[in-house]
């Protein structure tokens, strides 16, 4: 198969000409010609994530974060990126990313995580003029105090921590969500009437929030990570035959002391 194959069936429901201007996502290493019979699935392209592709036999990776990124004015086995490159192409595998295309769908990261909380009557937070755009906005299906609602965000996500700005003495019922680095949204949160907006790499001022109005920070992975079934689904789908798995060697970056 044909790794063009591959990457038309996710910009089917993620188009790449939806990607913000400063992204970079597509093909990273190789290109839409190159031969592939097997797929690993990862969040980011690290040197474990290829030396498993490489020992499994997958010849092609599909990563939510493009392994380039900033820019690199170097490419050396000293620093993560530069060794995971090496990598790729010592071992002869295509690297594919899909990054803020699929931030921005229906279905996409927020969707998927709004989902996994159990949010009803979803809809996107930010949306443009065709109809995409960032986060997504929703209520429970039974109000909760504050603190079992971080109790419930605690458990979904798996984290070790969350952390948060005052707790509100009010019930949550409308949840506004968006997986990844989400600050720029927290004022459109607060004018759609959310309870609480879930996101990711808060800083400090973000949490001096209006009354009624709470933030939680959950983290970037475990906001995250739940995409990676979301695109394991998508290529199920469209190749029932074809190998596709997640990779074991999917890890947090971040840890919990």
């Known amino acids: 198969m ?18 913000m201007e400063w992204d970079n996502s597509g093909f990273i290493i190789g290109d839409a010609e190159s031969e592939v ?7 980011d392209c690290t040197p474990a994530l290829v030396q498993e592709a490489a020992d499994t ?18 490419i050396s086995e000293a620093d993560p990126v530069g060794k995971a490159v090496i990598m790729a192409i010592r071992k002869g595998i295509v690297v594919y990313a899909c990054h803020t295309n699929m931030d921005m769908v229906r279905d996409g990261v927020s969707w998927t ?3 996994r909380l159990g949010l009803v009557d979803l809809r996107i937070l930010d949306r443009d003029a065709d109809g995409n755009g960032l986060g997504v906005i929703g209520r429970l299906p039974e109000p ?7 109790r419930h965000l605690k458990k979904t ?13 009010i019930p ?56 990676m079934e979301t695109i394991y689904g998508i290529l199920r789908k469209n190749f029932p035959n074809f190998a596709v798995r997640i990779g074991q060697m999917n890890n947090n970056p971040v840890y919990y002391f």
Do not use: N
């Open 57 to 74: 036999g997958a010849d092609m990776i599909v990563t939510h974060h493009p392994l380039i990124f900033r820019g690199v004015k170097k």
């Open 157 to 169: 996500f798996g984290t070790g921590s969350i952390r948060h700005s005052r707790l509100v003495d």
């Open 113 to 115: 995580a709004a989902s």
């Open 172 to 227: 949550v019922s409308v949840v506004a969500l968006c997986g990844g680095s989400g600050s720029s949204l927290i004022g459109k949160a607060v004018s759609e009437g959310a309870d609480i907006y879930v996101t990711a790499d808060l800083s400090y001022h973000d949490f001096i929030c209006p009354d009624g109005f709470m933030l939680a920070d959950v983290g970037h992975f475990e906001s995250e990570s739940g995409i």
């Open 2 to 19: 044909k790794a063009g194959e591959i990457a038309s069936a996710i910009e089917k429901c993620a188009p790449l000409g939806i990607q």
């Open 144 to 150: 909760v105090s504050a603190a079992d609602f971080l």
């Open 37 to 43: 019979s097997s797929v690993l699935l990862g969040l």
